[in-house]
């Protein structure tokens, strides 16, 4: 079973979601598999709801044990370590700062909307910048995913696989009981 233990945020908290999913776009690098450009540009508050550019960001000192123990069992050796944490902090400082402009368009969106009276134009550009920045944030992430699966072997790939594979539906079971035991209102 892939297994990871985070103790800076409670287990429902951002933080917690944030790490696996920045782990998992390692894993799913790691195992060469190819990322749709559409899993890639949802994004919070860019009206997808996903972690699009979220998922190499955080701070580096984080960011370094999360790889870490994402390689941990692989036999990775140093020299891989090192390489994919270059590729992970560059991808993180990119989309950082596409992080930064989205922003901005979240905000102006958010003033057409509560204008007095809705300009259609102005939502329309604002929604096609948005989208502009989604598809850099996704070549961006996908670069990164590919540049890691460059660095790992065959067989690691194959481990990280199947380490994602049980993530994923231990995930999706925690997902589901979560939402049976939510309250009825």
Do not use: C, Y
């Not at 079973?1 to 800076?8: D, G, H, P």
């Not at 944030?18 to 195992?31: K, Q």
């Not at 850099?136 to 540049?147: C, I, Y």
Request: hydrophobic content about 40%; cysteine-free; glycine content about 10%.
């Amino acid at each position: 079973m892939f297994k990871l233990k985070f103790r800076s945020a409670p287990a429902h908290g951002v933080g917690v979601v944030f790490r696996w999913m920045m782990v998992s776009v390692l894993v799913v690098a790691a195992a060469a598999v190819a990322v749709s450009a559409e899993a890639q540009e949802r994004q919070p508050g860019m009206g997808g709801g996903g972690h699009g550019m979220m998922m190499f960001g955080g701070p580096p000192e984080h960011m370094g044990r999360h790889i870490d123990r994402m390689l941990d069992g692989l036999n990775a050796t140093d020299a891989q370590r090192t390489q994919i944490k270059q590729i992970a902090m560059a991808a993180a400082t990119d989309l950082r700062a596409q992080r930064e402009a989205g922003k901005g368009l979240r905000e102006r969106g958010m003033q057409i909307f509560t204008a007095p009276n809705v300009d259609a134009q102005a939502a329309e550009s604002v929604r096609q910048q948005m989208q502009t920045l989604h598809d850099q944030a996704s070549r961006r992430t996908l670069q990164a995913l590919l540049d890691v699966s460059r660095v790992l072997t065959t067989e690691q790939r194959a481990k990280l696989g199947e380490r994602m594979k049980e993530r994923g539906a231990m995930m999706k079971e925690r997902m589901e009981r979560m939402q049976r035991e939510r309250p009825k209102q």
